[in-house]
Each structure stands twice: as structure tokens, then as C-alpha cells.
């Protein structure tokens, strides 16, 4: 909220006035609307920093994350010796021991959350996740356990296996455990020595060298490629350079290490060769070979400056026409129409109510989502957002990107008002534990409500008079948004939640930041196009797969298919047509868990439905799955990279029985496991009933990212987005817009022609708008 400020004398003092914006109310005939600018001094301003309206939630908010000192009371006892954990404190740990890589929030079950949202049970109780490298172990694992809280005398800790369907619970073999900074250090001599060895080759060709991370004068930025593993029986790790630098994703040199890293012996560790120029070489005798030969010049030399690739003003580009004025801004200047219960994170909006959480590993969740009091979703929520990508190198061919492997949540963080979200945006931290600690990262949360910009509905009748309708109906649309920004590595994805007033609700994501690019080679060009002097941007495909859980009113629903067939006939009052084609519906239920597609030519709808819950028309009710913009799946069904990790992605969506061990589409470490899954999406479809059941709707987000030089120096948010709407399909007996005040109603007078205006008592308001920037810079980082 520290944008804005109602005067000077607010928390900023220097704040710059960046705009002044005046409406004032009337009924200005016979100029249907009109904007009057030049208000008197008196004139109050807009209520656009209050904060929202407070309301107090049903009940408590049973999936939000644990607090501070409970992770702090879950690090201190699962490091109490008589636990018999044998940890290692992280800070002098090394991959031959056990330590905690971190404590987050398991998941509520549903089957406990429910009896207390909906009837007069307990709260179900909370536990904490903790996952410890154990390292020390005859045999090395990653082991994932559940601890009760609150942590009392004879608590226990218990393993976490049933949210993983693989075989081998909550057990990751050392060898497909995340690459976390240990198992760095582990191959870290052997890297610098053999970057070393060959130093002289490598600051001929790029004027760089690594002679290992820490070294003064290392001068080349190393990056390690997941996935490391296939199987978790070898591990390998996968070290590409760029020059170092702020835009360092857009300077990349075509060198690459590959070592053989499996176990947690490091003077095992072996050099499986280097690739440079598309050749590999398996020893550094024959890149010396080739070196010495000529062989390894490069064709285009990379740029050490990446200033190029800032996100800042490019003066050498010009400047447009009037482009020194504010940009129009969506401002909530009636005041904010939605109600907070900040203990709870519980918003009610226009008829909706839900509860958001937050966990490390997935970021933003919803809970609980209700129209007028009857619940539609009982989770929405990211599952992961994957990336695989295509070249003919090491990074580029091998990599697939898991983003929950990264701890996805960690990422959200500081949101600019006026730029990232409106001015008067709600703005609210979020926090996840980290250590024994919990960090908070400040304003990494917005809700505002905006102006999409066109009407909800429209109508104008009869056109007998000047005016041109007799009758003229509008009503204003407006939908509540709640957005958060994860800049994992390169990218930024921008999550949009948005609550219409219609009742539907729409997701969308949206992706800038760098591409992960490769070097540019002339015979390289069907992965991408040259993008930069030395740049290409490598093809890629993102899917950002979610869960949507849905109970229309209760949870017996179905997925009805509606297809829209073209079947033969014949009409007997056209005899002399005979048979021919005409269009009809063909409604179905789906029978069992299945993964789906969208039908060609959009012919297919898909809704889920309750079946014994009719509108007062005698019609199922159900909310429509509407897809949006680039609704796409995965390309590549049949890379060892993803082969069975990556199956959540393979479909446009997917129906399935709910489950309490089937919380998540994918598990946080299955990227290293593609052949030999830790958690298996292909294992939910195991043909069981979805018609009349507890039904989950997994659909997938994301693009085919055709790399363009329009992706310098970041990709635009304008063009990579992908949206999916979920829209009432007969929930209500009638659209949801007659209950809105929000509207005009114009009538003419029918023998005068006078027009009568009915605002509902919604006029415009008169006052004045100041947005301030604040000059004094944004909230830090902290842990409790
Ligand atoms: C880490 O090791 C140092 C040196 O042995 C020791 O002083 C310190 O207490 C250890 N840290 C923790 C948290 O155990
Ligand atoms: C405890 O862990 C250390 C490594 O940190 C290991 O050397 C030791 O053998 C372990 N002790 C037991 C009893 O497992
Ligand atoms: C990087 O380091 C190498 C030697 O370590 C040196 O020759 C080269 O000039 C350095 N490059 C830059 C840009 O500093
Ligand atoms: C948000 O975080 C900031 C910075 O850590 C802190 O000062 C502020 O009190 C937090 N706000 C809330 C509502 O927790
Ligand atoms: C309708 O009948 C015509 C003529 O037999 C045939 O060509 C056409 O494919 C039929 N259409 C459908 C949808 O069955
Ligand atoms: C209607 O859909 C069902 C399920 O896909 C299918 O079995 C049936 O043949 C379809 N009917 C027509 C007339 O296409
Ligand atoms: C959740 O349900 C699963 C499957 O029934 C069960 O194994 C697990 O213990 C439950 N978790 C909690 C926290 O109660
Ligand atoms: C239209 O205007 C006339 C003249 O003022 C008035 O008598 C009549 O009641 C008006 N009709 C309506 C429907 O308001
Ligand atoms: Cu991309």
C-alpha cells in the first residue's frame, strides 16, 4: 500500500505526484456520460488507499502454512539427538552427511479438511514436512518425513510416503536428489581442475577461464542443467558457461562439461567429456587435439557487455509521440468493494469467498472457492510448471525444467504498485520456511479489482425515437485479481487469478524474463533463430500444469463431454432436401479417469457437473472448462529426459478420482527420476469411476515458445500467455448480472423523448485521484 498516499504528509514524504485524475457525478443531458475536469479545492479525495474492508472468516483457515515458531519447534526437534536422526547442522554439512534441506506445510487431507468446513468436527490437526538429505547413510537417500504438530512430549516423526505412488514413498535415491549447493562442492575439484587443465584453450577461444567458483580469477559464470539423473542409479552433472553478468542467460559460449557425479564418493568422479561446436570429446587429450588443430574457433564471438539485455530505457531506440504522458491506469477510486481477513487470508468479493495458502513448494494455493455460498472448487492450485527444451548441445537438448525441484514458492517476491499490479493495490506478504527460520518476502502478493475494459452486458431496444432505443441497459463488468510474480532463474510467470462478477473465474499465466539461450550456429536454426550477435533463442515448450478440484455444491460431480455433432436428418417440411447434415448436442458423462484433449474446431465443452443438483430448470448444475489462449501440452512424449516424470504434462487435461495420496500431479524431485518415477501421474488412471464421484480436473497452461528477436531482451508478457476460464454452464437459473448496481438503465419517454437516467444509486464519484511513488525504495527481505 506504500504507493500511495491520500496526502503529503503520508508515510512518504518526498513522494513525486504522478497523476491527477478528476470525475465528477451528474446526469449530463443530453451527453449520455460526460467527464468534467477543474474541480473546486475542497473537493475530497478518492478512497483509493484504504485498506479493504475487514470481514472474519467462517472458520479457520485449516490449509494455511505453519507458523514461524513452529518450523523454528520442528527444526530444534528433529535435531534432538534422542530423535536419532543424526543430523548435521547444514552450515558445516557436506553430501556425507545428514541434514535437513527443508521443513515445509504437508497438505491437509480433504477427507479431514471437509468434516470441519462443513460440519462441527475439530480443526484436523497440522504437520509439518520435513525433508532431511540423508547423506550418511550405507545408503545415501533423500527421505521426506511428516511431523504433528504442535511438537509436544513423545512426538514422533514419521516417514512421508503416501503422497508418492513410485514405489519407494517419500525415498529419493542420493543419486536423484536435488543438486542442491553440497553436491556442488562435492564435484567442484574436479570441475576446477579440469577447467583448469585446459584454461589456456578456453581463454584463447572465449577470453575466459574457471578455475573453479570461488577463484579470484575465474571470469566465465558456470551453470549446472537439471535433469542429473535418470533413474537415480548415475548421476551426471552438466555445466554450460556465459560471461558473467546481470543478462548472463543471454551471453552463453558454446562449452560444455559433462562429469559423472553418482554417489556420494567424490574421488569417483569422472569427466564424461566436453562438447563444444556440436563434437563431443571425451578426454581432454582430444579437445587439446582439436584445439591444436583449429578446429574449435568460433563463429560468432559473444558479447562480454550484456547491458543489451537490461530491462531499462534504450535511448538509441527513439522515443514516441506523447509517450512523456502517464499511461491510463485501472484505479478502484469507489473504494474497494472486497473484504479481507488478513489472519486468514479469507476474501469475499461480489458473491465469492475463498482462503489462499502458501507452501515453498507450490507457491499460491486456493481453498474453498464459493459463489453465493455454495462451493464450486475446493482447490485451485499450480502443480508445476515445467519447460523442456530442444538444440544440439548439452544444455539446450537436455534440459527439463521442474520448477517445484527449485522450491517454486521461494520465488514470489516484490511486486511494483502501479506497474505490476494497479495503484491501491491490497499488497501482502507472503512467507515460507527457510532453515530453522521462516523468510518473508514483502508485497509478493496483490489483489485489486480492475476494469477489464468492456461491459458485462449490453442492451439497446427499439429505435423509433432521436436517441435511437427506447430502452438502453449496461452494466459495468469487474472482476477481482489476485497476482504473484515467481522469478525462478530466467523467467518470471506471472499468475492471474481473476474472480468475475459473472461468476466465472479465469487463471492465466503469463511469462517474461530471459531465455534460457544457447550460442548461435547458421546450421542450428531449426531450434530457434539468431536473436542477438551471437544468440539464439532456444526452442521450448513451458507447461504449467494445475489442479483444479472441483465440488459443484457437493462432491458427487461428473464430467459431462458435450460434443457438438453433425448427425444426417430429414425435415418433413422440406421432403424434397431428403437426408442431410444439421447440427445437434451429444451429452455424456465421461465413465472413468482419462487424460484429455481439446476436440478440433472447438467442438467439445467440457464441464463438470453435479448431477443431483438441478437449477430451476431442471439442468445439471456445472461450470464450464472454457480453454483460453494457447491451452497446450507437452511436445515431446517420448524423451528419456521426461519420459515418466513429466506425464502430468502430455494432455490438455485430465479427469480423475480424488484421493488423499494423489495431492500432487508431480513430487518436487521426480525431475531426476524420468525413467523411474518417484510420483507417477500415469498410475492415477487406473480406470476407476469419475461419473457421480469426487472429481479432480488437472489442466495444463504454457506455450511453444517460437523464440523472435522480440524476446530481446525479455520475452513480453503481451504475447506469452496462456488462460483458461471456468464459467458457470447452468450453476444459476439466470445470467449473473440483474443483481448488480453497477449498471444504467436509460429509458426515453415515449411521447416527449426525455431520457430518464437510473443509476441504482451508483453515481460517479467526485473526487480527486493522486498516486504517488514512493522515492525511498522498497521493503527488504527479512526472516523470522
Ligand atoms: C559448525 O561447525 C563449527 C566448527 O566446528 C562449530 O563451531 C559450529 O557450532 C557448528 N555449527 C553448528 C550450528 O553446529
Ligand atoms: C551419523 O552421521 C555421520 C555423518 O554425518 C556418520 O559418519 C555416522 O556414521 C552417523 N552415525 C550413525 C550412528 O549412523
Ligand atoms: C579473464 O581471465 C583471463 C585469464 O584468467 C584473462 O586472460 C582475460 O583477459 C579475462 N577476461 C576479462 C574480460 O577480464
Ligand atoms: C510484511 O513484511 C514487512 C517486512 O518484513 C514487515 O515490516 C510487515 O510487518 C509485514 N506485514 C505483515 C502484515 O505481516
Ligand atoms: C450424411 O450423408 C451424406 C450422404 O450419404 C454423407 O456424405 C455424409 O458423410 C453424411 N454425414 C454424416 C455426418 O454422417
Ligand atoms: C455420443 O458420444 C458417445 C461417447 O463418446 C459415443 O459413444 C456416441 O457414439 C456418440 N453418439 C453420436 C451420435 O455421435
Ligand atoms: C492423509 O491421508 C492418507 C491416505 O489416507 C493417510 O495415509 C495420511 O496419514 C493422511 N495424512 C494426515 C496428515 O493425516
Ligand atoms: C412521458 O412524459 C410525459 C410528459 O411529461 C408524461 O406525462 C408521461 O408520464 C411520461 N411517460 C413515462 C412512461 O414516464
Ligand atoms: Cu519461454
Redesign the pocket.
Not at 749 to 752: I, L
Given at each position: 500500500m506504500h504507493a500511495i498516499s491520500l496526502s503529503v504528509t503520508a508515510k512518504h514524504t518526498q513522494a513525486v505526484s504522478l497523476g491527477f485524475l478528476a470525475l465528477v457525478t451528474g446526469r449530463p443531458d443530453p451527453v449520455l456520460f460526460r467527464r468534467s475536469m477543474g474541480l473546486a479545492d475542497d473537493v475530497k479525495v478518492c478512497h483509493l488507499t484504504d485498506d479493504a474492508p475487514t470481514t472474519k472468516a467462517p472458520k479457520l483457515n485449516v490449509w494455511s502454512q505453519i507458523s514461524p515458531e513452529e518450523v523454528k519447534s520442528v527444526w530444534d526437534f528433529v535435531h534432538n539427538p534422542s530423535v536419532g536422526l543424526n543430523l548435521t547442522a547444514p552450515e558445516n554439512a557436506t553430501v556425507t552427511d545428514n541434514y535437513v534441506y527443508f521443513i515445509d506445510t504437508l497438505p491437509v487431507n480433504k477427507t479431514a479438511a471437509l468434516p470441519y468446513l462443513d460440519g462441527n468436527n475439530e480443526a484436523p490437526p497440522k504437520f509439518a514436512r520435513v525433508v532431511i538429505f540423508e547423506g550418511g547413510r550405507e545408503d545415501p537417500v533423500s527421505q521426506e518425513y511428516m511431523v504433528k504438530l504442535p511438537i509436544h512430549e513423545g512426538s514422533q516423526v514419521e516417514k512421508l510416503d503416501y503422497l508418492f505412488n513410485g514405489g519407494s514413498g517419500g525415498t529419493v535415491p542420493f543419486n536423484a536428489r536435488y543438486f542442491d549447493g553440497k553436491r556442488s562442492a562435492a564435484s567442484e575439484p574436479l570441475l576446477a581442475s579440469l577447467m583448469t587443465s585446459i584454461a589456456d584453450i578456453t581463454i584463447d577461444i572465449f577470453g575466459g577461464a574457471y578455475y573453479g567458483s570461488s577463484d579470484e580469477r575465474t571470469n566465465l559464470t558456470s551453470a549446472t542443467a537439471t535433469p542429473n539423473s535418470f533413474d537415480g542409479t548415475t548421476a551426471y552433472r552438466t555445466v554450460m558457461f556465459r560471461y558473467p553478468g546481470l543478462a548472463s542467460y543471454m551471453v552463453p559460449l558454446d562449452f560444455y562439461i559433462i562429469l559423472n557425479v553418482a554417489g556420494t564418493d567424490s574421488s569417483l568422479y569422472a569427466l564424461k567429456g566436453f562438447v563444444t561446436k556440436s563434437r563431443f570429446f571425451p578426454t581432454v587429450e582430444s579437445l587439446r587435439a582439436a584445439y591444436e588443430a583449429g578446429e574449435l574457433a568460433q563463429e560468432f564471438p559473444q558479447t562480454r557487455d550484456n547491458t543489451w539485455a537490461y530491462v531499462n530505457h534504450k535511448p538509441e531506440m527513439g522515443v514516441r509521440d506523447l509517450d512523456d504522458r502517464l499511461a491510463p491506469q485501472s484505479l478502484e477510486i469507489g473504494g474497494k468493494r472486497y473484504k479481507f481477513d488478513p489472519a486468514e487470508r479469507y476474501v469475499e468479493y461480489m458473491g465469492w469467498s475463498f482462503y489462499m495458502a502458501f507452501t515453498r513448494t507450490l507457491g499460491l494455493m486456493f481453498y474453498d472457492i464459493k459463489y453465493k455460498g455454495e462451493r464450486v472448487l475446493y482447490e485451485l492450485s499450480m502443480q508445476e510448471a515445467a519447460a523442456q527444451y530442444g538444440g544440439h548441445q548439452p544444455k539446450a537438448a537436455g534440459t527439463v525444467y521442474h520448477d517445484t525441484y527449485y522450491s517454486f514458492g521461494t520465488y514470489s517476491a516484490t511486486l511494483v504498485e502501479g506497474y505490476d499490479c494497479p495503484f491501491g493495490s491490497t499488497l501482502l506478504n507472503i512467507s515460507f520456511p527457510e532453515g530453522s527460520g521462516t523468510e518473508v518476502h514483502p508485497d509478493a502478493l496483490c489483489l485489486f479489482e480492475a476494469d477489464p475494459g468492456y461491459p458485462l452486458a449490453r442492451h439497446r431496444t427499439g429505435a423509433s425515437n432521436d436517441w435511437g432505443f427506447s430502452q438502453l441497459g449496461t452494466v459495468k463488468a469487474s472482476s477481482l485479481h489476485v497476482r504473484t510474480v515467481a522469478t525462478v532463474g530466467n523467467y518470471d510467470y506471472m499468475f492471474t487469478y481473476a474472480f468475475h462478477v459473472d461468476g466465472s473465474l479465469e487463471v492465466e499465466v503469463r511469462a517474461s524474463g530471459y531465455l534460457q539461450s544457447s550460442p548461435y550456429y547458421k546450421d542450428q536454426e531449426k531450434w530457434g533463430p539468431r536473436i542477438y550477435e551471437a544468440t539464439q533463442g532456444s526452442l521450448h515448450d513451458h507447461v504449467l500444469t494445475f489442479k483444479a478440484d472441483f465440488d459443484i455444491v457437493d462432491t458427487k460431480n461428473s464430467l459431462q463431454v458435450t460434443e457438438l455433432i453433425v448427425a444426417n436428418q430429414t425435415q418433413p417440411w422440406f421432403e424434397e432436401l431428403g437426408i442431410f447434415e444439421q447440427m445437434e448436442l451429444n451429452v455424456t458423462n465421461k465413465p472413468t479417469e482419462e487424460m484429455l484433449y481439446w476436440g478440433g474446431n472447438g467442438q467439445t465443452m467440457y464441464s463438470v457437473i453435479n448431477p443431483d443438483a438441478k437449477n430451476a430448470w431442471g439442468v445439471p448444475r456445472g461450470y464450464r472448462i472454457v480453454p483460453g489462449r494457447s491451452n497446450i501440452h507437452l511436445s515431446v512424449e517420448h524423451s528419456p529426459f521426461s519420459q515418466k516424470s513429466s506425464t502430468f504434462s502430455k494432455s490438455h487435461l485430465a479427469v480423475t478420482r480424488h484421493h488423499d495420496s494423489e495431492q500432487y500431479a508431480n513430487s518436487w524431485q521426480n525431475v531426476n527420476l524420468a525413467k523411474r518415477p518417484q510420483h507417477d501421474f500415469a498410475k492415477f488412471f487406473d480406470g476407476e469411476s469419475v461419473d457421480g464421484e469426487d472429481i479432480v480436473v488437472w489442466f495444463n497452461l504454457g506455450m511453444h515458445h517460437f523464440t523472435r528477436s522480440e524476446d530481446v531482451p525479455v520475452t513480453l508478457f503481451s504475447e506469452a500467455v496462456s488462460s483458461i476460464l471456468l464459467a458457470p454452464q447452468n450453476f444459476n437459473d439466470r445470467a449473473q448480472e440483474g443483481d448488480l448496481l453497477n449498471r444504467r438503465w436509460i429509458v426515453a419517454?415515449?411521447?416527449?423523448g426525455?431520457l430518464?437516467y437510473e443509476d441504482y444509486g451508483v453515481a460517479l464519484p467526485t473526487c480527486k485521484v493522486q498516486l504517488e511513488e514512493p522515492v525511498d525504495g522498497l521493503s527488504q527481505w527479512t526472516t523470522v
Open positions: 419517454n415515449s411521447t416527449t426525455q430518464s
